[in-house]
């Protein structure tokens, strides 16, 4: 596995992104419908885009998993459903604690699978809210370690 920064985030790469994103996402998100998913797609670009440190895992010539980091706090980890259960979460979380001293991140209550990830990555609650960023009835924990 390599794992990397990406320096230049073309559209092609984005575009590769935005795929593993929407797969990685109906594979975990069941408490989002297919509505809700494309909705939010639309805003995948420009986070990935804009986000301060974007990671790649790369397996086979291929994208496995990505990452991303502002300021010490982990914005996204989406893993493609494939790689899932085989260390390339892991491996993007260690990276990013010692490339970017990244040791909190916010996950979404009800996807429990995540958050069991975190805690098992060494992450504890810290803070709850009842909504979603964008004040959706998506409950969302915020953790660190």
Known sequence: ???YVVRNRTPQAIGALVLLWEASVK???DFLSGAEIE???AYVPQALQS???LVVA???GAAAAFLGVEKQRIEMLFVAPEKRGQGVGKALIR???DAFA???VTVNEQNAQAVGFYERMGFARYKRTDTDEQGNAYPL???RR
């Open 141 to 143: 924990l915020y953790m």
């Open 39 to 41: 909705a939010i797609k």
């Open 27 to 29: 594979a975990t998100h």
């Open 1 to 3: 596995m390599k794992i």
């Open 95 to 97: 990276f990013a604690a």
């Open 58 to 60: 790369e397996e086979g």
């Open 51 to 53: 986000v301060q440190h």
């Open 102 to 104: 990244a040791d909190e």
